[in-house]
C-alpha cells in the first residue's frame, strides 16, 4: 500500500505571496492532519480534516487554511507569506482518528519565504 | 491542556551503548503514548507506541513502557548502532474526533558513532 505523499517537496516563495501544499493519504485513510515544524518551535498542530469537515485547528493565524476532498486528499494554504512561514510541512494520514490510531507521515513539504 | 517533555540532546553514544530517552507527559484521562523518528530529510516514522497503562511497545530492538503512576514513556534500546542516529519525538494523542491531534516533544537528536 502507497504512503503518504506530499507536493511539491520543496518550494520557495516571496514575501506577500500564497502558497498551496497538497497531501494524498494512503488509500482508505479518512482523517489528515497538518503540522508545522520549525528548529524553534517543533512540531505544532495545524488542523485536522475528517470527511471533508476540519474538527480542530491549531493556535495559527487565519492566513493558514485547508480544505479535504471527497477522496480524502487534502491542501492547505498560506496566504500573504512571512518570512516566519518558512518551515517543513508534515502531513500526516489515519483510518479512524480514534485517540489509539497511528498518524502515518508523509516526507513532508519544505517552505522557503524570502 | 496536554503537553510532552523529552530529555533535550544532543546525545553523543558509540555503538553498541546502552540508549534512553526520558519522556513525561502531562494529560488528562488515559491517552495514548507514541514514539516516532525523523531521519535527515524524511518525515516522521513511527517506531512504537502504546494504548493504555502498563503497556510495552517495542520494534527494532527498542521499547517503552506506559507507565501512567509516573507519567512517563521513555525510550530504551540495549545497543545501538550507526544507523539508529536520528531524531526522536515522544508524542501523545488523548482524545478523538474534534480533538483529535497529536501533541509532541522537541526531539531528541542521537548520534551513534562507529
Known amino acids: 500500500k502507497a504512503g503518504v505523499t506530499q507536493t511539491p517537496r520543496y518550494l520557495i516563495k516571496t514575501r506577500g505571496q500564497q502558497v498551496t501544499l497538497s497531501c494524498s493519504p494512503i488509500?482508505?485513510?479518512?482523517?489528515v492532519s497538518w503540522y508545522q515544524q520549525t528548529p524553534g518551535q517543533g512540531l505544532q498542530f495545524l488542523f485536522e480534516?475528517?470527511?471533508?469537515?476540519?474538527?480542530n485547528k491549531g493556535n495559527f493565524p487565519g492566513r493558514f487554511s485547508g480544505r479535504q476532498f471527497s477522496n480524502s486528499r487534502s491542501e492547505m494554504n498560506v496566504s500573504t507569506l512571512e518570512l516566519g512561514d518558512s518551515a517543513l510541512y508534515l502531513c500526516?494520514?489515519?483510518?479512524?482518528?480514534?485517540?489509539?490510531?497511528?498518524?502515518?507521515f508523509g516526507p513532508g513539504t519544505r517552505l522557503t519565504v524570502l | 491542556g496536554n503537553s510532552v517533555t523529552q530529555m533535550e540532546g544532543p546525545v553523543t553514544l558509540s555503538e553498541e551503548a546502552f540508549l534512553t530517552i526520558n519522556c513525561t507527559y502531562t494529560?488528562?484521562?488515559?491517552?495514548?503514548l507514541f514514539w516516532y523518528v525523523q531521519y535527515p530529510g524524511e518525515g516522521l516514522q513511527l517506531l512504537l507506541k502504546?494504548?493504555?497503562?502498563?503497556d510495552k511497545g517495542s520494534n527494532k530492538g527498542f521499547e517503552a513502557t506506559y507507565r501512567k503512576e509516573t507519567t512517563s514513556f521513555h525510550l530504551e534500546k540495549g545497543s545501538v548502532q550507526v544507523s539508529d542516529s536520528a531524531v526522536y519525538f515522544c508524542?501523545?494523542?488523548?482524545?478523538?474526533?474534534?480533538?483529535?491531534?497529536?501533541?509532541f516533544g522537541k526531539g531528541t537528536l542521537l548520534t551513534v558513532n562507529p
Open positions: 500526516a494520514s489515519s483510518l479512524s482518528a480514534s485517540s489509539t490510531d497511528t498518524q502515518y
Open positions: 488509500s482508505g485513510h479518512r482523517s
Open positions: 508524542a501523545l494523542s488523548n482524545g478523538g474526533g474534534s480533538n483529535y491531534k497529536l501533541t
Open positions: 480534516y475528517f470527511s471533508e469537515t476540519q474538527r
Open positions: 494529560a488528562t484521562g488515559y491517552p495514548s
Open positions: 502504546a494504548t493504555k497503562a502498563d
